[in-house]
């Protein structure tokens, strides 16, 4: 009984702790490509924009569709925040399906405590979680990609546990098909991914690996579809430092070593993988996985949790000569943090040294664990971002700005002054007007709220040129 009663307070806790990232949910707003392709959603044919996307714009097959759909299209700003909070749900119901098929042979309250922190930590420290949570455009990419993929990743597994029959193959299929045609990164991740596992089913000579060899062809086709696509040359070509092999190689490495240095030393990862130590040693006991470390050696783990950061860096690198944005370091640390553990079973497994520690020793660790959730990175970030009211006054912000923008449509205004958006959470997205009413931001509500004719500046900028206002 005691054990339970440990078990479900730690899980009770656990999910206190997601609490403040579902509330700033509510205060989340649209900015920038969200009003533009709203916008083209509203005033055009629905698939040939689609077909405009990929032929002109990009080769993602499924997440420029879902671009198109965003709440805004329907007028529904309430939507548009609920969006964030149904993104929340559905990336950790993954995580939680991903970990249930992985740890079949642990109890329901032991999984949902796993699926909690490994979620939890991601969040944690997520590069730049105010565009892979709180932002349509950016959040329906990326991280919705992820999400389905570990999800397609569960379902492999399950395939592979249960012996599924012949149609199962084929809803994996589908899942692939989905998973690759969010962004390029995550479909390089699926053909990596998916070539490792291929070669480890045969040299190991597991009954699976006719399945998963199928499902790498796919992979490899799928992929062609969104790389080779014509959109996505019409796009390299509007770069000009882009194609740089040796510069784009050398930026890329030192990226990856600047960001496995950030994510492995922050508290919450250090005190899970402490106590993954003694979780470790009672899972090889129970299941064969974890037993023969994956299938995988120390040197072949640990490439592949380095490869996996540097297929999320150089592509931005190859293709815009920048790293710009870290949208696809979001889908990076996702995948680098599951792949994390299965290094450390497999260094675990290798090593010939045994530590043992006392319950209270594993309770400190336990403590620094959800302190560190709770109190550093995002986690703190939340926390400020709704107590100091930061939160508050943005949304307030954006509302007024939205009331007035919409009140102009009814007025023959030449020019429009809208005051900057002061407040600035840490975790939730704004790209803010310019004083340029030529800007492409300015420009996006002109095209969503269908002003036209009227010139849209900041008030500094509108007041400097003594401009006629409301």
């Given at each position: ?354 530590v043992e520690i006392k319950g209270v020793q594993k309770l400190v660790l336990t403590i620094f664990l959800v302190l560190g959730i709770c109190f550093s990175g995002n986690g703190y970030h939340a926390l400020i971002d709704l107590f100091s009211g930061t939160a508050r006054a943005f949304n307030v912000q954006h509302v007024d700005r939205f009331e007035r923008l919409s009140g102009a449509q009814d007025r023959a205004w030449n020019v429009l002054a809208l005051d900057l958006v002061l407040a600035k ?46």
């Amino acid at each position: 009984m005691n054990k339970i009663n440990k078990g479900y307070t730690l899980l009770f806790i656990l999910t206190v702790a997601i609490l403040p990232y579902c509330c700033l949910c509510f205060f989340a707003n649209p900015s920038a490509d969200d009003f533009c392709l709203s916008a083209q959603a509203q005033q055009n044919d629905f698939l040939e924009l689609v077909y405009e996307q990929y032929f002109i714009r990009n080769g993602r097959y499924v997440s420029s569709p879902l671009s198109f759909l965003n709440p805004l299209v329907f007028n529904s700003l309430f939507g548009y925040k609920l969006v964030s909070l149904l993104l929340i749900v559905v990336t950790f119901l993954s995580v939680l399906f991903f970990v249930c098929e992985l740890l079949y042979f642990k109890s329901k309250v032991f999984k949902a405590i796993a699926s909690l922190i490994l979620f939890l930590v991601f969040l944690q420290k997520m590069p730049i979680i105010s565009e892979g949570i709180y932002w349509f455009t950016g959040s329906v990419i990326y991280t919705l990609g992820s999400a389905v993929f570990i999800f397609y990743i569960g379902n492999l597994i399950k395939y592979h546990r249960k012996g599924l029959g012949g149609y199962w193959a084929g809803i994996l299929t589908l899942l692939l098909f989905i998973s690759c045609g969010f962004n390029e990164v995550l479909t390089l991740l699926v053909v990596f991914i998916l070539g490792v596992v291929t070669f480890v089913s045969f040299q190991q000579s597991l009954k699976v690996q006719k399945v998963v060899l199928w499902q790498f062809i796919f992979a490899c086709l799928f992929a062609a579809i969104l790389i080779l696509s014509p959109g996505n040359s019409v796009r390299g070509n509007s770069y000009s430092e882009s194609h740089r092999f040796l510069y784009s190689l050398s930026y890329s490495f030192l990226q990856v070593g600047r960001f496995t240095v950030l994510w492995v030393a922050s508290v919450p990862l250090i005190a899970a993988s402490s106590l993954y130590y003694f979780l470790n040693k009672k899972m090889v006991k129970e299941c064969e996985l974890f037993k023969y470390s994956f299938y995988l050696n120390r040197w072949a783990s640990i490439f592949i949790l380095f490869a996996i950061v540097f297929i999320c860096v150089f592509p931005a690198y190859w293709a815009t000569g920048i790293l710009g944005q870290h949208r696809t370091l979001n889908v990076a640390y996702f995948f680098f943090l599951i792949m994390w553990f299965i290094n450390l079973t497999v260094w675990f497994n290798c090593s010939k040294t045994s530590v043992e520690i006392k319950g209270v020793q594993k309770l400190v660790l336990t403590i620094f664990l959800v302190l560190g959730i709770c109190f550093s990175g995002n986690g703190y970030h939340a926390l400020i971002d709704l107590f100091s009211g930061t939160a508050r006054a943005f949304n307030v912000q954006h509302v007024d700005r939205f009331e007035r923008l919409s009140g102009a449509q009814d007025r023959a205004w030449n020019v429009l002054a809208l005051d900057l958006v002061l407040a600035k959470p840490k975790c939730l997205f704004t790209y803010d007007i310019s004083n340029n009413s030529k800007d492409w931001r300015n420009q996006a509500y002109n095209m969503y709220f269908e002003l036209p004719k009227t010139e849209i500046l900041t008030k500094d900028k509108a007041n400097l040129n003594n401009e006629i206002v409301e």
